[in-house]
């Protein structure tokens, strides 16, 4: 059964619907996206809603012109709020928040912005400056705005899930984040709204990037060297522009020199897959102790 949600545009509409929803002593979550929902976003939408019962799952629609940079897709990125509405109305979300541009920055860029430190530099950061200092600042304004009980983000965005966690922590913010799991295709390709820009040969290259990912894990238990080098052959078979492939710590730090059996590391991938560039990880459990910390970048 599918109802439409309510939809908030401004802060004072928001502001009504979660006053009535607290004087009823209902719990709040945040699902923030940027539309264009996919069934990646759809199982957010379903965490959420098992987070709270029957508490008020609000998914705020808002693509962030601050965590873009030049000459990256702000203008292109798809804007499609009438499906996201059925989406939403679908997952039995109760509340849209779709502001403008003008209404989430009255007074224009912020003055006073989350500086996101040195994670916020390295990985997608290197590629993408400013890019975290606008996903954080963005996410600490709809924390502000909506006061979630639980706010949830996919695990795809892994780096930003981790930055997102510290932001939280360091700055005392007082919600708990969920981190979902990322939905995939049968084929391994992890759901993103960046794929309707792949034409059908690019679609068909961009699968190197889970394929690689899924043979490091596999091979994980034999180390390190051994799950990169699995890992780089997948990504040489396809026509894809890598821009990293690292292994770090659950955190994103360095492993340690030689990490024992059984060590838990992630496994992060960029590519640029014709104009697109796509990003991917997985969890990884270490086997046999190798190297360090393990970056493999384009040469
Ligand atoms: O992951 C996204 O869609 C965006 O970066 C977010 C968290 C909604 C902030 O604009």
Same mark, same amino acid.
């Given at each position: 059964?599918?109802a439409?949600?309510?939809?908030a545009?401004?802060?004072?509409?928001l502001?009504?619907?979660?006053?009535?929803a607290?004087?009823?002593?209902?719990? +709040?979550?945040?699902?923030? $996206?940027?539309?264009?929902?996919?069934?990646?976003?759809?199982?957010?939408?379903?965490?959420?809603?098992?987070?709270?019962?029957?508490?008020?799952?609000?998914?705020?629609v808002?693509?962030n012109?601050?965590?873009?940079?030049?000459?990256?897709?702000?203008?292109?990125?798809?804007?499609t709020?009438?499906?996201?509405?059925?989406?939403c109305?679908?997952?039995?979300?109760?509340?849209?928040?779709?502001?403008?541009?003008?209404?989430?920055y009255?007074?224009?860029?912020? =003055? *006073?912005?989350v500086?996101?430190?040195? #994670?916020?530099?390295?990985?997608?950061?290197?590629?993408?400056?400013?890019?975290?200092r606008?996903?954080?600042?963005?996410?600490?304004?709809?924390?502000?705005l909506?006061?979630?009980?639980?706010?949830v983000?996919? =695990?795809?965005d892994?780096? =930003?899930l981790t930055? +997102?966690?510290?932001?939280?922590?360091?700055?005392?913010?007082?919600?708990? +984040?969920?981190?979902?799991?990322?939905?995939?295709?049968p084929?391994g390709l992890?759901?993103?709204?960046?794929n309707?820009?792949l034409?059908?040969?690019?679609?068909?290259?961009? *699968?190197?990037?889970?394929?690689?990912?899924?043979?490091?894990?596999?091979?994980?238990?034999?180390?390190?060297?051994?799950?990169?080098?699995?890992?780089?052959?997948e990504?040489?078979?396809?026509?894809?522009? #890598?821009?990293?492939l *690292?292994?770090?710590?659950?955190g994103?730090?360095?492993?340690?020199?030689?990490?024992?059996?059984?060590?838990?590391?992630?496994?992060?991938?960029?590519?640029?897959?014709g104009?697109?560039?796509? +990003?991917?990880?997985l969890?990884? *459990?270490?086997?046999?102790? $190798?190297?360090?910390?393990?970056?493999?970048?384009?040469s």
């Open positions: 059964m599918s439409v949600p309510d939809v545009g401004t802060r004072s509409e502001a009504t619907r979660l006053d009535d607290r004087a009823a002593g209902r719990r +709040i979550a945040l699902v923030p $996206t940027m539309g264009a929902l996919h069934e990646g976003h759809a199982s957010l939408l379903r965490t959420a809603r098992e987070r709270v019962g029957d508490g008020l799952v609000v998914v705020s808002f693509v012109p601050l965590q873009f940079g030049a000459g990256e897709d702000l203008d292109r990125y798809p804007r709020l009438a499906e996201d509405l059925e989406v109305g679908r997952e039995g979300v109760d509340l849209v928040f779709a502001p403008t541009v003008e209404e989430m009255p007074d224009g860029e912020p =003055q *006073v912005s500086k996101p430190g040195p #994670l916020g530099k390295v990985l997608e950061g290197k590629t993408r400056p400013g890019h975290f606008g996903v954080l600042t963005v996410v600490a304004k709809l924390l502000g909506v006061r979630p009980d639980v706010a983000f996919g =695990q795809k892994y780096q =930003q930055l +997102i966690r510290r932001m939280v922590a360091d700055l005392d913010l007082g919600v708990e +984040i969920v981190g979902a799991e990322t939905v995939r295709e084929d992890a759901l993103s709204s960046r309707r820009y034409d059908p040969d690019e679609r068909n290259a961009a *699968v190197a990037l889970s394929r690689a990912l899924r043979a490091a894990q596999d091979n994980a238990a034999y180390g390190l060297d051994v799950a990169l080098r699995e890992a780089r052959t990504l040489r078979e396809h026509l894809v522009d #890598l821009d990293y *690292v292994v770090t710590d659950p994103l730090g360095e492993l340690p020199a030689c990490p024992p059996p059984g060590t838990p590391a992630r496994i992060l991938v960029a590519a640029r897959v104009t697109t560039r796509l +990003i991917d990880n969890p990884l *459990v270490l086997g046999r102790p $190798t190297g360090t910390h393990a970056t493999e970048g384009e």
